[in-house]
């Protein structure tokens, strides 16, 4: 009898052993679905908040031509923006853009440039919703570039496109057109103001060569304009991105000031 009772409750407690096993496991699978069906949910409301609706690149262009208030906001990374990029844009960091939307002009249209167009960067909340007007390019700055949109490049010397955009002059040639008191001369130095202002040319005008993108419509109509820097280098990559900019008739000082001043040529301060 005794034998008996005791497998009765060996029984009772196996069969309750496997029934909290069966438990526990469902319990566990259904807490497993339910967060997976959550972070699911998160992943597709984060998708949605992220998809931008897109500009094509013609209208984005109209736009441009038509002088439409734009802001453009390219995210790529620094170096990829300065290498080139559309004129008149703006580079930001992802991380800083819904700050940015937010607390610039709501009157305006904003267009998000990245690498492909795919908004992959671009992590905004639903207040998005306040700012209708913001728009993702379509294709990014690589399909504006196949398209043969305008850029403004910095000027790469081993460049061949680049090198095709330069007119040169050298000292020598130059200090001609100085000595004959030509009117129709425009002269640039694009060093820094501190070096400009240690000794430059005769009437030169002082743009710093990272200003000239937002300085270029101060540059005169018409003239010849000379660019020129200690060495050359930089007068080249200011005369590819004036030409980049639609400035015209622009010839870099190939040998610079330094040879200039070797020369023993005139430099004032």
């Known amino acids: 009898?005794?034998?008996?009772?005791?497998?009765?409750?060996?029984?009772?407690?196996?069969?309750?052993?496997?029934?909290?096993?069966?438990?526990?496991?469902?319990?566990?699978?259904?807490?497993?679905?339910?967060?997976?069906?959550?972070?699911?949910?998160?992943?597709?409301?984060?998708?949605?908040?992220?998809?931008?609706?897109?500009?094509?690149?013609?209208?984005?262009?109209?736009?441009?031509?038509?002088?439409?208030?734009?802001?453009?906001?390219?995210?790529?990374?620094?170096?990829?923006?300065?290498?080139?990029?559309?004129?008149?844009?703006?580079?930001?960091?992802?991380?800083?853009?819904?700050?940015?939307?937010?607390?610039?002009?709501?009157?305006?249209?904003?267009?998000?440039?990245?690498?492909?167009?795919?908004?992959?960067?671009?992590?905004?909340?639903?207040?998005?919703?306040?700012?209708?007007?913001?728009?993702?390019?379509?294709?990014?700055?690589?399909?504006?570039?196949?398209?043969?949109n305008s850029t403004i490049s910095a000027g790469d010397p081993s460049s061949f496109s680049d090198q095709s955009k330069v007119i040169y002059i050298n000292s020598d040639d130059l200090k001609k057109i100085i000595d004959s008191g030509q009117s129709n001369t425009y002269i640039i130095d694009v060093r820094s103001s501190n070096l400009f202002s240690q000794g430059h040319l005769k009437n030169a005008k002082n743009i710093h060569l990272d200003s000239l993108e937002n300085n270029y419509r101060n540059i005169p109509l018409g003239k010849k304009i000379i660019v020129y820097d200690d060495n050359g280098y930089n007068a080249f990559q200011a005369a590819v991105r004036l030409f980049d900019l639609g400035v015209m008739n622009v010839f870099s000082l190939s040998d610079g000031l330094d040879t200039w001043k070797q020369k023993r040529f005139e430099v004032v301060k």
């Open 1 to 148: 009898m005794a034998n008996s009772d005791k497998n009765e409750k060996a029984l009772l407690f196996g069969l309750f052993a496997i029934a909290f096993v069966i438990l526990l496991f469902f319990s566990r699978y259904f807490l497993i679905e339910k967060k997976g069906g959550s972070e699911n949910s998160k992943r597709t409301e984060q998708n949605e908040i992220k998809k931008l609706p897109s500009l094509s690149n013609s209208e984005l262009s109209k736009m441009i031509l038509e002088k439409k208030p734009l802001v453009i906001l390219d995210i790529r990374d620094q170096k990829s923006y300065e290498i080139e990029h559309i004129i008149g844009s703006k580079n930001v960091s992802s991380t800083n853009l819904q700050d940015i939307l937010f607390s610039t002009d709501k009157n305006k249209v904003y267009v998000i440039v990245d690498y492909t167009g795919e908004n992959s960067a671009i992590n905004l909340s639903d207040n998005i919703k306040e700012l209708p007007d913001v728009f993702s390019l379509e294709g990014g700055f690589t399909a504006w570039k196949l398209n043969h």
